[in-house]
Structures are given as C-alpha cells and as structure tokens.
C-alpha cells in the first residue's frame, strides 16, 4: 500500500518513510483486531473502520494540500469500484 501510495501521491523520500510506518501500523491494527475478534465479523468491521480512520487522520498529517487532495480523489474511486462489484 505505501508503494502505490508514494507512486500516485509523489511522496519525498521523507514522507516515504512516514507512509510506510504509518501503513505498517495499520496492518498490525488490523491483524491484531481480527486475532482478538474470535470471529465477529462486526467487530472486526467496526475495528477495521476505526482503523481506517486513524490511518486518514495520521497520512493527512504527512501530506501537503495537493496530495490530501489527491489521496480523497483516490478514496473516492476505490468506493466507486467497490459500489460497482456490490460490496
């Protein structure tokens, strides 16, 4: 994820760095909720959103304007792709 991230967002070397700590953690969030969740999917869910925001909030504070920008245009397509597949 942080490759296709510093590829569409251009990220510095720096940023590059940040993105990658920042999606690594994420990850292991992710992981970690579905170990602890036995099998609820909606736990699983409502800790994956919870996630999902966490991880917004802190690659917003790594990016400028113009990548922010772009980073919500990106989010914008994987929910239109993923509305069209029926999810």
């Known amino acids: 994820r942080s490759q296709m991230l510093t590829q569409k967002l251009r990220l510095t ?3 590059q760095k940040e993105v ?12 970690a909720a579905r170990n602890n969740a036995s099998g609820d999917k909606e736990a699983i ?11 917004d909030k802190n690659l917003s504070a790594v990016l400028n ?3 922010k920008a772009k980073y919500e245009q990106l989010k ?3 929910l ?8």
Not at 45 to 55: G, I, V
């Open 80 to 87: 239109e792709r993923r509305q069209q597949r029926g999810r």
């Open 65 to 67: 304007a113009n990548q």
């Open 20 to 31: 990658y700590n920042i999606c690594l953690q994420n990850a292991q969030k992710n992981a």
């Open 45 to 55: 869910r409502n800790a994956r959103k919870q996630n999902q925001e966490s991880f």
């Open 76 to 78: 914008q397509e994987q």
């Open 13 to 15: 070397a720096d940023q």
